[in-house]
């Protein structure tokens, strides 16, 4: 039979037909690439600045000040807080408030002055070597010349020759920048993230997909039975999964482990837990199984973008860091490469636990009660 | 138990569903006595569904009271839900679970004591006996419909709520599943049951039949054909296709239907419907009688009025 334009046309109609009436995937066909665009465009930067750093002022001088300022000028540096010791300000790198410490020694200003080319040391929380490597790479041009304008006249030989000052670079947790270091625990997050959501929200979908899931409605069954009954298979699933991340981390790429593996394991609950409750709420308002998949990827994306997983968080307008926060897997890259990288401990990470935990009840309830309304 | 009245087992009164602006349910009326075969009728779209899911507590209504197994229908979903085997009009267990699996997931969802015991009876019951592990999405569609029934009653239920269970079922199938019922209706268990067909509404004890969310009457079949005072008479002869376009046009005359080589002609007005076939009555052609009207024939003329109704 002759390719007739009528029947081509026919086919055509209908299927811009069928299309106008998902809204939800004509939704996504607008949603996605303005997402996309909006996140690669505006919100990576693999270039971060403006990075808090910590002073440790043993000497409060001018030439302190020049240096402070120059390292200022670079943008790569905003310099947020000063410790009194140096122990407070590793406190702080520990708990990744501040991304760099500079330590500026007690006899700074009279060492530079009798030409012992004094040393500062710059301490880098390296976890991600991509967010410091920038920085870190203009650090070295001031060492050079942030003093410039302080040593004229009888001070200019001081900078004739060698530099005046020595910069000491120490990039802790990852001393030889190695990216899997970093990228491998994220990886852990992110696989949990797109399997736990894209496999819950096709679990219930299916389920009245099929029309089993008036049948189970019908029953004595309790909403939150029939949900945590749906879950907690799906956590073995992501343990499993966890495991065989942790077993690659470690003997694959040699990852350092140097904190706690139960804590890890314990965190990860919470976080699955989060994610399980994401699938499940996509997955009241899906009406088929397609749809259930398109949603997930709309969180999967941003997710997988804003959370510092795969561009560094610093790096990114503020915007995006707000939204990045209120994504749970932020927090958990945050808190695995912590006790991987730093050995932080219980303490350490208690005060990013928080927003995993108020996630997972807003997501929870969210859940719970869409399922409520399934028939209504 | 809430109720008093031990002898009902479904009575509510104006019950009512919206969805959005739409009135799918519009202050239904029903009283079923325990132990009776109520038959539930009306075209496609009428409600039927939906009155059935705020029995069982799946959807809640609007308004309305009432009771239902001596349970408040607004407040006490849950103790409903636990007395009541409701079949939903697809099959809606899980395909990709085995005939047993299917019926040990249900059995342990209403807590069945002894519940392996309770699973063997039921598949030897069946006649499963030996296939128990085929996947249920395997089955035909009389097995797909016995196995939801077992399904339904595995919990051993008070009230049975079936949703045109026979549709897509060969007619031996049908007439077995009738005689289940009918023998449970014996036992004491009370069946609601939706159908289209005519001849499983007349195996019912009452029916009751509903359009556009209202129900325009209910009783027992003699009951909802006497009441709806329909004349009909019945024409053979040749040419009945000629006839019947002439005759549709009469005043008096409300449905004109062709059963194989005689003609049913039905209009409400008995002295307007005479009137209106004298012209042909004379004739030598054809052959005309009084019967008695069909329960059809009421439900299609109940239609009509429902819709002038819903206008």
Known sequence: MRFAFHRFWAVVLKEFIQMKRDRMTFGMMAGIPLLQLTLFGFAINADPKRLPTAVVAGDQGPFTRSFIAAMRHTEYFAFTREFPTQAEAARALELGDAQFVVNIPEDFSRRLLRGEQPSILVEADATDPSATGPAIAALQNIAQNALDRDLTGPLEKLRAGRAPIRLQVHARYNPENITQYNVVPGLMGVVLTMTMIIITALAITRERERGTMENLLATPARPLEVMTGKILPYILVGYVQLTLILLAARFIFDVPMVGSLALVYAVALLFIASNLAVGITFSTLARNQLQAVQMAFFFFLPSILLSGFMFPFRGMPEWAQWVGSCLPLTHFLRIVRGILLKGNGLTEIAPKLWPILLFMTLAMTLALKRYRQTLD | ?311
């Open chain 2, 1 to 311: 138990m809430d109720s008093a009245d031990p002898d009902h087992v479904i009575d509510v009164v104006g019950l009512t569903k919206r969805f959005g602006d739409r009135t799918v349910v519009n202050g239904i009326d029903l009283r079923v006595k325990r132990g009776e075969i109520f038959g539930f009728l009306g075209p496609n779209g009428s409600g039927k569904t939906t009155f059935i899911r705020m029995l069982c507590g799946l959807l809640t209504p609007e308004s309305g009271t009432g009771s239902c197994l001596g349970y408040d229908v607004l407040r006490r979903q849950r103790e409903i839900r636990e007395h009541v085997g409701y079949m939903t009009q697809k099959f809606s267990f899980y395909e990709d679970l085995s005939i047993r699996e299917n019926l040990d997931f249900i059995a342990r969802l209403y807590a069945v004591p002894n519940r392996r015991v309770a699973v063997d009876a039921t598949i030897d019951r069946l006649g499963f006996t030996g296939r128990s592990q085929q996947l249920a999405g395997q089955l035909s569609g009389g097995w797909k419909q016995r196995l939801a029934l077992a399904a339904c009653l595995i919990h051993s239920p008070q009230l049975l709520l079936l949703d045109e269970p026979t549709a897509g079922v060969d007619p031996k199938a049908r007439r077995e599943f009738w005689d289940h019922i009918h023998q449970l209706a014996a036992e004491g268990l009370t069946v609601l049951i939706t159908t289209h067909y005519m001849d499983e509404a007349e195996r019912c004890h009452r029916i009751a039949y509903i359009a556009y969310g209202s129900l325009l009457a209910q009783g027992t079949v003699e009951d909802v054909v006497a009441g709806a005072r329909l004349t009909t008479w019945e024409v053979s002869g040749p040419g009945l296709p000629a006839l019947a376009e002439e005759i549709r046009k009469a005043k008096g005359v409300e449905q004109v239907v062709p059963f194989g080589n005689t003609m049913h002609v039905t209009g409400r007005n008995e002295a307007e419907l005479e009137s209106a076939i004298v012209p042909w009555r004379g004739g030598v052609a054809h052959r005309w009688a009084r019967v008695p009207s069909r329960l059809e024939d009421v439900f299609i003329s109940l239609m009509g009025q429902g819709r002038d109704n819903f206008k």
